[in-house]
């Protein structure tokens, strides 16, 4: 019986991936982040700051969480902000889909 191991960086990159990728849904992001007085915005800064302490921990690249961070700051522009949610969401899932230092060791420790 093999045991599937995956670090709690890669699940936050899946999961903000996920999100930036709504948000980048042209009247549906929109209507999120207007609906909620642009409070999605924080809350997705936040959680690309604890996405990338933990892919700093794991090993993994930094480069989509350092993205939805600035992308979390400049969102506020109609245009700018779709297209750096879905360019966003696009670097968090390909890092995401990649495995990391904490990963490797998960499956070596179960091998």
């Known amino acids: 019986m093999e045991v599937i191991s995956i670090s709690i960086s890669r699940i936050l990159k899946w999961t903000t991936g996920a999100c930036e990728a709504v948000l980048g849904v042209p009247l549906l992001g929109a209507a ?7 409070f999605p915005l924080a809350i997705m800064l936040v959680l690309h700051i604890v996405t990338l302490v933990f892919t700093i921990k794991d090993g993994g690249s930094p480069i989509g969480s350092i993205l939805g961070i600035v992308t979390s700051c400049i969102a506020w522009i109609p245009f ?32």
């Open 32 to 38: 999120i982040i207007l609906g909620f007085l642009w």
């Open 80 to 111: 700018v902000g779709m297209i750096m949610h879905i360019i966003t969401a696009i670097f968090l899932m390909i890092n995401a889909a990649k495995t990391d230092r904490a990963t490797e060791e998960n499956k070596t420790r179960y091998a």
